[in-house]
């Protein structure tokens, strides 16, 4: 059964820096895509980002590109989420999902697997 853990959220002030973590297990992650999505109160869950375990192919949301990067770690099984230039409006919770559906997924119900969340909140 495939479970995913993130962690490395917190409090950050605007302009900072932050390093989010998803730890998989379960499955054999070669054939998944896996993908960040944030929550912000009040608001639909938003696509953040995405990686193909395969290849490390990465795509993006518009609202942080350039701002954030997915990278993947084979060996420990965990996909990141490097976040530079923090906004206050990147405060969210943010999820770690998996699927393999698709060629570059951005909808959340295409998504199968998803983590607990962990919660980004960035001061001004």
């Known amino acids: 059964q495939v479970q995913l853990v993130e962690s490395g959220g917190g409090l950050v002030q605007a302009g900072g820096s932050l390093r989010l973590s998803c730890l998989a297990s379960?499955?054999?992650?070669?054939?998944?895509?896996m993908g960040w999505f944030r929550q912000a109160p009040g608001k639909e869950r938003e696509f953040v980002g995405g990686?193909?375990?395969?290849?490390?192919?990465?795509y993006y949301g518009d609202s942080v590109k350039g701002r954030f990067t997915i990278s993947r770690d084979n060996a420990k099984n965990t996909v990141y989420l490097q976040m530079i230039s923090l906004k206050p409006e990147d405060t969210a919770v943010y999820y770690c999902?998996?699927?393999?559906?698709?060629?570059?997924?951005?909808?959340?119900?295409?998504?199968?697997?998803w983590g607990q969340g962990t919660q980004v909140t960035v001061s001004s």
């Open positions: 999902a998996a699927t393999m559906k698709g060629f570059t997924p951005r909808l959340s119900n295409v998504y199968d697997y």
């Open positions: 990686i193909r375990w395969s290849n490390g192919w990465t």
């Open positions: 379960g499955g054999t992650f070669s054939s998944y895509i």
